[in-house]
Structure formats: C-alpha cells, structure tokens
C-alpha cells in the first residue's frame, strides 16, 4: 500500500535473528498480539500477555476449526453461498493470572520499569522479560517463554518465573483454561462491527466435557452450527522454594489451577505449563479427550527443556535450507528473516489443512484461505520447506469433492475452488470479486505442477495431482470456448485486479489457464492409468491442447502493449488527482466506476509477466511495465512484491528496492493499519519472492531453473537457499557477479542471464552486467512505495 | 414469459366493457384482489371482498407511502443502498363484516348459490353480486359496488346491500377502518419469505389519533421509521326499513361502525360508506385529520349518485381519446380495454408521485417504480392522457435533489436517477442490476423529450423539462469518454437485458444516452434564458453533441448484425437445449454463467430497434431481428411487447401476434404465476404499444408522427386514437387500408408507410400491401411465444 510521509520509529531493535521490542505501549498492543504470534500451522497463540489483560484480541486458533454466520444479501441469486466460515477463537490455554500481594499483575496500573518482549527465529519461542512495580510498590521480574511445538504438533508449552524484588512477596499465579473469552478488548468493543458476525462468535462454544485432577485439566466444547469439537488440555510443574498451596477446577468454560506461595527474595516461583489441543468434526467428546491427554502426556515426557531442544533443532534444519542473507540492509536482514519465519509458522505443520491468509495470528478475512496461499505462500515453502507445500495442496485435494459439486451447481465442469474457504466450500458473500475469480483453480493448478516438478513427489502426483490438474484443465476447457474465429476464450471473469470486474479475456488468468491445461495434458501423459481411472480420453487431451494454443492473448497494437482484459486500453483514464488521499478507493468509490475506467488495484498483468514471463518479450514487458506500473494503487498488499520482481527485471532497480521494502515491511510498520487482525501471511511471502525471483531472478518455466540476479545498490550482498528435487542450492550475489553452489545433492542445470550451465562440486561464478540506466515511470499521485527512514 | 402446453380456462366471460368473473375458487383469490384492484393512482384498493375474508393480501395503498427497512449485504461496498422503501398497506377501508343471524359471512362456509364480480371499464367501478346461504340455511343476496374517485382523489366509496331471502332475517353489518391488518392471508403465511421485509411490514403502523361520532369515525397512523403520516375517515349513509341500532367506536388500530337490524323479506339493508384519504411526511396529525375529513364531507356532500355519474363521465373522456378497438378476437379486445384502464387507474391522479411497476395492486416489487414507467407506461400516457404523463415527469423532476446527490456520491456528473424507487433515492440492493443500469436516466430525458413534442407543454418544459434534459445529459457526458480512437464509449454498465451486465457499450444505452444528449442540445436551444440559470455554455452543448455524434454503436461486420455490447456475439452460445424446463434461468444458473453467455432476458437491441429505429437500416432490423430473437427467453414481461412490434415491422406478423398476445394476457391468465402480487404495469401498457407501435406502426422520431399499420391474419379491424398536441386522431386499420381522421384539432403532417401527407378535416384513406412472406426465427425450445386457446 502506498504510504504518505515520514514514518515513526517502529520501536523493534535491528538484530538478524530476533524481533525485539521494549515498547508497552496499549494502543498498539494489538499489532504485537499477531507480529508475535507463535504457531506451528496447527494451532496458533496470539502474543499476548499471559496475565490476560492489557489485550486487543485474545486469540488461541487451531487450523480449520471453524462455525458457520449466515450470508445475508440485499437481492439474493442464483448460487450465492448462504452461509460462511468463520474462524474461531478457541479455549485459551496461555492465560496465567498473577496476584503480586493481592494486587493483579497487569501493566495497566502500577510502574512498568523494564519491559522486553522477543520472537526469536532460531529458537522458536516468545521470549518476554518484565520489571513491574505494583500501585502499592512491591517490585517483581516476570520472565516468560512460549513456544508452540513443530515437532510435536498438538502441543504447545509455557515457562512462566516470578521473582520478587527487595522483599519477600505472597504470590498467587491462576493458570487458565478459559473458553468463550470477551472478544472485546479493554475498550469493551464487541468481537465485530458486523452483527451478524458478532452473533456467530460471541460465545461460540458449547461445553461437553471439564475435568481437572492434581495439576491438570481439560474441557471439551462443541461449535452450535458447524458441530466441530476441540479439546483443550493443561498440565503444570511447579518449582517454588518453599511450600505452595494448589488446587484446581474445571467446570464449563473454565479449568483453573490456583498456585498460592510466599516467595523469598532471591528466590523464584516457575510453572512449566504444557498444553494439548486437538479438534475432530467426527470424533466423540471421550476419543478427543484422550487425543489431548495423550498430547500432554508426551508433552511432560519429552519435557521443556526437550521440547526447546527439539524446537531449535528443527529451525536449524529450515534455516539451513531456506535461509536469505542480505547485507547493506540490516533491517531488512532482519525483516526478511521474521517474514520467512512467520510463513513457516503458518505452513509448517498444518497436515493437510489450509494455510490461511492471516496464518493463525488473527481473525481477519474470517481465517480464509485465498489464491494468496497457492500463488504467493507455495512457491517460497515448495522450495525451501516442500513437506509443508505438499501438505498445503493435499488440503486442496481433500475439498475436491466439494469443488466438484460447486462446479456442477454453477454449470461448470470438474472442479471449481472456492474464492475463500476455510473448510473448501464457498464463503464468497460479492461474487464479482468471489465465484468470478476463477483464476484460483488456475493458480492451484499451476502450484501442483510446479510442486512436482520441483519435488518429483510421484506419490503426491499418483494420489492428488493428476487428479487436481485434469478435474481444472476440466473445468477450464468447459469455462471458455472457441469463437467463431477460431480463438479461445475466457468472458466474464474477475482476474487479481479487483478494481477490473467481470470481465472479457484477462490477460492472467487466461494465461494462468493456458498454463494449467498444459500442465494437465503432460500430467496426463505421465501417469496414463491415473489418467484412465479419471476417464480421461486422448480426445480430451486434445481439446485441452486445443484451449491452450488458441487462447486469446489481448493485446493493443497501437499503444504495444497487452490489454490487462479485453478493451481494456480503451476504457476511460482514471482522475488520480481527484482520488489523491482517498485510498484505498474501494471505501470511496463504487465498483462499478472503478471497474470501468483504467485503474488497477494490484498487479495483474504485471503479475502475470512474472509468472508466465516466457510468453513476453523483454521489450513487451518493458512497455508493459511502462503503461501499467502508473495506473496502479496497490490497495493490496499482494501488489508490491510482484511490482517488484517485474521492476527488477526490466531494470528499474531502485523501483524494485522500494517495492519490495513496502511488501516486507507491510506489517512490520502496519502499513495498512490492520495488522491486529493478523499478519499479511502473502505479503511476507514476497520478502522471498522478491529476493529470489526479484533480484536473483530466479524463473521456473516447465522445470528449468534459471537466473538472472541483480543487485539494487542499497544492498551489496544477497544470498538464498533452494532446494531443487535432490539437490540444495545456494545462490550468492554482490553487485558485480553471482556465485552457484551445490550443497548437496545430484548436478543441476542451471542457467544465469541466459547462459545454462551445470551445476556440481565446483562454485560457478558468473559476471553481472549494469543493466542499462532508464527512468522508472512514476505512481499515481500518492502511491510512491513506501519508503524507510534510513 | 413463455409457457408450457395447454391453458385452462381462466373463467373470465368475453365482454368487450367487462371484466366479468363468475368463480370463487379460493387458491385464486389473490389473483382477483389485484384484477379487480381499483385506484386513480393515489389511493389503490385490491379487489378484496368487503367482509375481509377470504383474502390473501389485503392492500389498501397510497401512492408514495412507504416504510424503511435495512438492505444487508454479505460484503458490502461503497454506495450500496443502506435501506430501501417499502410500500406499505394502510389503514383498511373496504371492510363490511355481515353476520347473518350470528353467522359470519364468508364464502369459505355454507354455499354461494351465485358469485358474479364485474369490473366495468366504463362506470370505473367494481361491481359484484353474491347469493350464499349460511351453514344454518339462510340466504342473503349480496350487492356491492365500489369505486376509487378519479375526479376527488382523495375520495373512495363503497354501495353495499344486504337482502335477505325467504325470510326476514337479523343482520349485523360492521364497517371498519382497520390498521396493522395481518398481512397473512387464510393459510396465516407472513407477509414475506424475508424476515427483513417481514419484520418492517409486520404492523408498521403506529397510532396517532382516533376518533369518532355519529357513523363517522378517523384514524391517523405514522410509520416508525419512514415517519410519514396517513389519515383515514370514514363516514356512512344507512338505509334501512326498520330501526337499526347502530354504534361507533374508534381506538388505536380499529375504528367500528355497528349497524345491528332486522330486514324484512323483500327489504334491504342498504349501507354507503364514504371513505377518505390521505398522507404527509411533514403536515401535523390535526392537519392530516382536517384533509380527511373535508374530503368525506366533499363525498357526503356529492353522493353515491353523483360520484358515480362523474366517474363515468371521466372515463367517457378517456375512452374517447385512448380506446382501441379490435376485430377478430373478442377475447382481446377484451384484455386490450382491460390494459387501458389499469393503466389509467395506475396514472391518472398520481399528481407528482411516481407509476409503480405495479400500480397500486398489490406490494410486488416492494411498491418501487423502474424504468418501465418512463419508457412502457409514458408513450401512451403521453398520446392519450397527457396529464397523467405530466404529472409523472414532474414527480421525476421532484427528485432532481435526491437525483444529483446521488450522482455525486457515486462520482458523477449531472443527476443520476435510482433503478427503483418510491422517494427517489436508489433501493437496489444488487448493483449490477441496478445502479449499473443506468439506461433508466436516458429514458427518462427520452420521455420527457417526447412529452413536450407530443404536448407542447411550454411550462413544463420551462420549469422542469430543460433542467431534466440538463442534467441527464451531463451525466451520460460525464459518464462516457472519448476514447484514443475519437469514439464516445460508456463502458461497465448494464442495458435492459440483465442477463448481460456490466457490459462495454451497450447498444440500447448508447443510442438512448445519444438520443438524450440530442434531446438536451435541442431543449437547451429553445430555451436559452433556463439554460443560462443552469449554468449551460456553449462549450457543454457543444460536447454534449460531439458525444452524441461520436457514440460508439457496437456491430459486427463478419455476421452482419449489430451486437448487443462489445463483444456480445463473441461470447459463448448458451446451451437452450439444456436450460429447457429451467426458466426463469435466474433461479437455476448464477448470473456469472449468464452474463458471459449469448443468452438475452429480454428484448434489448430489438428493443432500441423499435425506439431509437431511425438509426437502423430495414435490412439491419431484418438481420438483428432473426440473430436476436432465437436467444431471447423472455424471462421477463417487459419483453415480449417489445419483440412483437419488432416482428410486426420486419413483417412477422403471426410472430408479432403471438408476442403480443402473451404481453397482453400476462395478468389475466396469470402467465408469471404472481399476479396475486400486483399487475404488470407495464406489460399492460404492451397492449398499446402493439397494436399503436406494432400493428399501427406509429412512430415518433424528433416529432415526426408517421405510421406503417399491418394487421396480422387474427385481426379484421383495428383502431385506434392519439393526441398529438392539440389534434385528435383516429386511425383504422383493415387488412388492406388504413383510414386516418382527424377528430378535432388542427391539421397534422404525417406519414403512412413512408409516405407523407396532411391529414385534415377530410380523412385519409390509404391502402396497405401485404408484407414479404418470410420464415420467422425460432424461439429458443420451451420459450415459444404463448398461445390461446381459441
């Protein structure tokens, strides 16, 4: 999003492998709540304070665990879905109350002396140490760790020390399980503007089941409409100096287990708190209570320490495959790294569920999973974290009857995905820019070939991608049809700009399907069983290859430059001026003059020359990039980071560098204002694409790997990690050549700035040129990228 | 609407004067209460029976009289309507409850030995005659006549006679004002499937004031939300021969004369009940009650007998210069009369309000006007009762303020009238069958443009002609652009056909928007002082001309027609084939589908084949005519009219009859199976567009009056009158002449197939040659036009 002037101090301190911030400050303690969330892609733990209060959105997540909110419409139709998916907060497990002599603990009131709160990337925890002086002036250090385990995915664990400070102090710590918490924050706000949403989630839970005995507890509850269950399970050790007075409860919506002790000075009270979460729509109360206590009871065994040990060790591993160094830019170091981080968080283990937009560190977007995730989110973990990426499209595939029978209830042949989703149906409430973004069945499409090209995972493409590819190269080839002139094509479709709608022939998805139905035509030809068993015919393959080669390619001869759709070039220039200060236009301008003027909302073309790039030439893209780059707003964060990557291609460096500094820093500043609701999981994914597609220039067309780096003078060295079917890669840049390594792994065929070579033992040094100096075009009037203070 | 098979025998007698129906099925009741509906276009009355029930919607109307409710949308966007209005029933004044011998009366009990309605087209009343015996064996005849007064406006009254048979009976009669009726009818279903609709309508009406004395009584209601405010009175005559004990009581939502006798055999029971009403948004309750009761004491003062004698003598009046009479089909002949007059009732005595879609028959379409008034009830309005049309254009030009308001919210120019209304302000709840059809402003300057040739109304045009021309024209100026290419394009908008929306340079918007800014550059000339207060340059009518004159008109040369949008005959064909059964479509396939597809609602480019056909060519209509009508399914009733007058011109005569036929008998044989909801306005008015248009061949280009009549085989003999300024007309039509004569006026230049002359004292007589014998088009299978039973 284009911002407007100086910027503040964002108060994190500059360090490569941590997100480190002193602040406490209450209005923005929402934004910390989701940039210091942790999560393992199965359950999700906003970060906020484990003493409850001060909080914006609590916010406890387990991926996929949904309930159902009416859709209402004005004037309904034909195939609007009626009902939505909505992301639920569940029973929270990270509420540990303190009572410092009777006094709550709670940063509100009394002194804050120190305060420093730490996402750690290596050790995959959320550190926080707090110095705080009660109303009536007894001192106490809270030192806090969290992490929720990738390796033990059910399971999630807190160490929590008070120590009091020049006296001895009576201490009384409440640790909570706590279902249907007040969405509200301390303004008391309710859970959403929207009435109806705030209906579906205010008190969304209803308890099955609480039980507690000696230090533990667990509650079951069941959602009223979508009848999915959770379970939710604590576990406690306590070391305390002296004697300690426990007991515990659970009834309903609350398991408590109460710590009362007198701590002397110099002397600490600890809970080791282990949490066990776990959800089924079909399995019974008793089948998830035992799920959860079988999760806590590996937990206990393994035990903190282990469980810290075994966190770091698998960070080890992701960062050896897909870390990015960057140097002249130390805070983009250390924001490129927190982004990678956070979209392993997200993906990591969600074991065949999907990978939200917000991940699992807000209620945003209702917790749907959007195009962002096969287009923006799969290239980065299919090459640096392919287990996560397979996961993600066995999701996809696992909805597949559900996007059959929403083809067949719109008329459609094959499969046909879902806009927005949680559990693959429909949540689309405006279809325009919902059922008519057909395109997502492309990107999904073209997300399975990719995986497989880059992984040769044949049992994925055995079990889930032929099927995926034929069921949308299906319902592609019966979308479009051949015209009297012989030419393929696709009307009435909204493609990535929203600001262009229901349109004739968009460039990308056109080419997107094009893709798709030839990725499905040589899918086919691997595995002609599967193929057979699907009832595929030559015939049908045929007319695929026929869709494909005929598609319609719009393009305006006399400007020489593509049409983002049909008619495009011809529709009426947009007043820029006039919009200046009115961004995002959406709030305040109706669709239906945006649609029909020239004004983009996102990269859409400019999209598309990056991931279709060999059907332009270097000269098309150029000009393309000309015409389209000044008439777009990015209103959305998942502009900046393709803008970037074409900047960089056709040499508009500069450009490219501040592009991609607004999509990283998309939440690490809030750029957009909303990052309480959760991260812009798309939006960080560009940090990778924008390294290694931007400035390494890294294109995968048909399976071979090619680059083309080049450097922005800010920054003098840049390095990535791939991992490409058996072989690990690592590609080293600085301003005047690149350096190939293999580190592990068979050779590589490789190619830089058009030259192929192989890749083996030995490093391959290469030169880079300067690229010839042009003048960059320039944003419409108040839609510079942003750009850091430096 | 195409149907399917054979029809019933709808129960009406043929009378060439009458609506006559003898049955009293109750599953058809509804239909009845909006046939037999009477109304003078202010206050509307279903055709209920006076003792309340059976009845399945009650409806007493007032035209212009609404309450508010919520317009909720799954995802909302800037500019969609917050709440729409929502006509309202009020205060019931049709009531007569009889109970004989402690019996009630009601034709769902005992046997109605004769049941007879008559709604009779010359007396304007509603007549009806019922002899039931109760349960207990006592016979009553029953005699009713009612009317809505068209020359007090205000005015309703009711003639209601009781004679007992066989032998003297106790008879108890109760006349009411009844508010908050029950919407639901016997079967107690609400008055919506929508709970939103339901719950604004479910008593609406809030308690002012009642009072009562003597057989008189008023109540005055407010509606909650809306906060308008509506009085009714009523007052009685009572003719008896014995004593009667009558009482009167008034509170809250009922007021009640009782009227409790014993009549003798032989005698009757005869009651006259006066009723007045009336509506305000800002006169106070007192105000409001004086209005009523000064209009009761202008009917008392006039009488039954009197206000009888001046409703004939109006209609006279109108039947003088608006009947059309047929031979050959007595049936429609019928139906024809039957047209004419809802219309009428529909418009006659509106004085500044607006036509409903429905008149005043029923809540269909939530009481809201469209462009159908404009472009299907104002032609003949204009060429027979001029007034009405007047007062139609002045209620347009009222919301000129809601009208420019709304264009500049949505970032426009000039004024922007709303889809559907009842106070001007847009309640379209789905965009792009809504604002997007933005044709509804064309039509609007059309029909004023052609009200002032027709009328030469001088001070119309001075106090509100000029500016509605104004500033229409600088909305399609603004809302269109020049393109690179030097054409005018309007881009993104929807034309009548909603199947097809969001579209590039929709023909029929194109040409209507042309005609308007040709329409605005004339009146602007005649009346240079009006347009300098507007603010009118030379330099704005100047543009408004090069836009009119550079208006894209979208065709294709490789087939030879012109194409509905950009683009239209490149879209895919639907499948016909698979869709039979499957109508409307709107309620099986989503409008995605239907938007990108080569399937049309309704007459569109036939259509403005018709209005704006100085800009085709004979061999254009020819080739759009046979391209266009095999993909038309006539999903809605404003198309069939269109496509017969179309079919008529081209010479597809038996076409045009058929298509005429299924306009004309929409209500009476109930082809949309809703009219129990209201009557089709405008498909009524159909009638008179296909015989003046269609058969006729009247057309009225820039002020020129011309004809080129043709009678299908069906027909021996048609007539018909128009008012041209200050000339009558008639003109008859045979199967081989036409005969023009001049009733009174001045002399008028016409044409009769091409040919012009001077039509004065003597009339003219002129022969007709047979068209080309040609194969009509087929219609798509399943949407053949609809045939009676002859």
Request: hydrophobic fraction near 40%; charged fraction near 25%.
């Amino acid at each position: 999003m284009p911002t407007h002037g100086t910027h503040p101090d964002h108060g994190f301190d500059v360090h490569p492998w941590e997100l480190r911030w002193r602040g406490f400050d209450i209005d923005t303690i929402g934004r910390t709540e989701a940039l210091f969330a942790t999560s393992n892609g199965h359950i999700g733990l906003r970060g906020t304070f484990e003493e409850g209060e001060p909080v914006e959105v609590p916010g406890t997540y387990l991926n996929g665990f949904y309930e159902l909110r009416d859709l209402p419409y004005a004037e309904s139709g034909y195939g609007f879905p009626e009902s939505s998916q909505t992301v639920v907060n569940v029973t929270d497990g990270k509420v540990i109350r303190l009572l410092v002599e009777d006094e709550p603990m709670d940063l509100r009131y009394g002194s804050t002396v120190e305060h420093e709160r730490v996402l750690d990337f290596r050790s995959g925890t959320l550190r926080r140490e707090t110095m705080w002086t009660s109303p009536t002036g007894r001192t106490v250090r809270i030192r806090s760790e969290r992490l929720v385990s990738f390796t033990k995915r059910t399971v999630a664990a807190i160490r929590y020390e008070v120590e009091p400070i020049g006296e001895d102090m009576s201490l009384v710590a409440q640790s909570d399980l706590l279902a249907n918490e007040p969405i509200g924050g301390p303004g008391g706000k309710s859970a959403s503007d929207d009435p109806r949403l705030a209906a579906a989630l205010d008190a969304p839970l209803v308890a099955d089941l609480a039980d507690c005995e000696d230090y533990s507890a667990v509650l079951v509850h069941h959602t009223r409409r979508s009848a999915l269950t959770a379970a939710a399970a604590m576990d406690h050790e306590i070391e305390v100096s002296g004697n300690a007075d426990t007991s515990i409860r659970a009834e309903g919506d609350l398991a408590r287990l109460t710590v009362a002790t007198t701590v002397e000075q110099g002397s600490k009270l600890v809970i080791t708190k282990y949490l066990g979460y776990g959800w089924s729509a079909r399995r019974s109360v008793p089948a998830l209570r035992a799920q959860v206590d079988a999760a806590i009871a590996m937990a206990k065994e393994t035990g903190w320490d282990a469980l810290k040990a075994e966190q770091a060790e698998y960070l080890d591993a992701f960062w050896r495959d897909a870390d990015i160094e960057i140097e002249g830019d130390s805070e983009l170091q250390q924001a490129v790294r927190f982004s990678l981080f956070h979209i392993l968080q997200a993906g990591a283990r969600g074991q065949s569920r999907a990978i939200p937009a917000k991940g699992l560190t807000g209620p945003g977007y209702d917790g749907h999973t959007f195009w962002d995730t096969e287009t923006f989110v799969m290239p980065m973990l299919t090459y640096t974290a392919p287990a996560a990426a397979g996961e993600e499209l066995r999701w996809r595939h696992s909805t597949m009857d559900k996007a059959k029978a929403r083809a067949t209830e719109l008329g459609e042949s094959g499969a046909m995905f879902p806009w927005r989703s949680i559990n693959g149906e429909e949540c689309s409430g405006y279809w325009p820019a919902g059922t008519a973004g057909v395109h997502v069945s492309a990107d999904i499409a073209n997300a399975t070939a990719r995986y497989i090209r880059a992984t040769g995972d044949e049992a994925f493409e055995i079990e889930c991608g032929v099927e995926l590819l034929v069921e949308i190269a299906r319902f592609f080839s019966g979308l479009g049809h051949h015209d009297m002139n012989g030419d393929f094509r696709i009307d009435g479709i909204t493609g990535p700009d929203e600001y262009t709608a229901v349109a004739n022939n968009n460039l990308f998805t056109n080419l997107a399907a094009q893709q798709a139905l030839r990725e499905a035509v040589t899918s086919v030809s691997r595995h002609p069983a599967v193929a057979r068993e699907l009832g595929v015919t030559g015939a049908e393959t045929a007319r695929w290859s026929s869709c494909a080669d005929d598609m319609t390619i719009p393009y305006d001869d006399a400007l020489g430059v593509h049409q983002q759709c049909e008619a495009f070039t011809l529709l009426a220039p947009w007043d820029f001026e006039a919009s200046t200060g009115r961004y995002p236009l959406l709030l305040n301008y109706p669709y239906y003059d945006l649609y029909r003027k020239q004004v983009v909302k996102q990269a859409d073309l400019v999209f598309a020359m990056y991931l279709f790039g060999d059907r332009f030439t270097p000269e098309q893209k150029l000009a393309n990039f000309d015409y389209y780059y000044p008439i777009t707003v990015r209103d959305s964060s998942l502009s900046a980071c393709c803008e970037a990557v074409a900047a960089a291609e056709v040499g508009y460096l500069d450009l490219a560098f501040d592009l991609m500094s607004e999509s990283v820093f998309t939440d690490l500043h809030d750029l957009h204002n909303n990052v309480s609701s959760g991260l812009h999981i798309a939006a960080l994914a560009g940090a990778w694409t924008d390294c290694v597609a931007g400035f390494g220039g890294m294109r995968d067309f048909g399976g071979a790997i090619t680059f083309a780096p080049r450097l922005p003078r800010q920054l003098s060295y840049l390095s990535f990690r791939m991992t490409v079917r058996e072989s690990r890669i690592l590609v080293a840049v600085t301003a005047d050549s690149a350096t190939y390594r293999l580190v592990s792994g068979p050779t590589l065929e490789l190619a830089h700035h058009g030259e192929r070579f192989v890749l083996g033992d030995h490093p391959v040094i290469r030169p880079i040129e300067a690229p010839p100096s042009r003048q960059a075009p320039i944003a419409p009037p108040g839609c510079e990228p942003y750009r850091r203070a430096l």
